[in-house]
């Protein structure tokens, strides 16, 4: 199984962002993909996630009502659509697919990773 983060850059307080996370392998055996961030000096943190069949999502508080998160299976990927972005919103933001339901917001729980796409907000 591999998971690949883009989309990330630089973006004005306010703009938005799509992250994309494709994936390839055997992944219909799995069942939750999680979008986490790691800032600097700070712990990675769970961002959100989605379930396989889509019937069970996250979201972290700091983030809730302005990231979506969808998935398409046809291309086996999953989309993180960030807005209204806050300089906060800052970090590497990382995708990783687990066997877990429902998905989870605890890194510990997910077993393959994607390497980060890097999001930063600044004027």
């Known amino acids: 199984v591999q998971l690949q983060a883009s989309g990330g850059g630089l973006v004005q307080p306010g703009g938005s962002l799509r992250l994309s996370c494709a994936t390839s392998?055997?992944?219909?055996?799995?069942?939750?993909i999680g979008w986490f961030r790691q800032a600097p000096g700070k712990e990675r943190e769970g961002v959100s996630c989605?379930?396989?069949?889509?019937?069970?999502?996250y979201y972290a508080d700091s983030v809730k009502g302005r990231f979506t998160i969808s998935r398409d299976n046809a291309k086996n990927t999953v989309y993180l659509q960030m807005t209204s972005l806050k300089p906060e919103d800052t970090a590497v933001y990382y995708c990783?697919?687990?066997?877990?339901?429902?998905?989870?917001?605890?890194?510990?729980?997910?077993?393959?990773w994607g390497r980060g796409t890097e999001v930063t907000v600044s004027s």
């Open positions: 990783a697919i687990g066997t877990i339901l429902p998905c989870s917001s605890r890194g510990s729980e997910y077993d393959y």
């Open positions: 392998g055997f992944i219909s055996y799995y069942y939750a």
């Open positions: 989605t379930a396989t069949s889509g019937d069970n999502t």
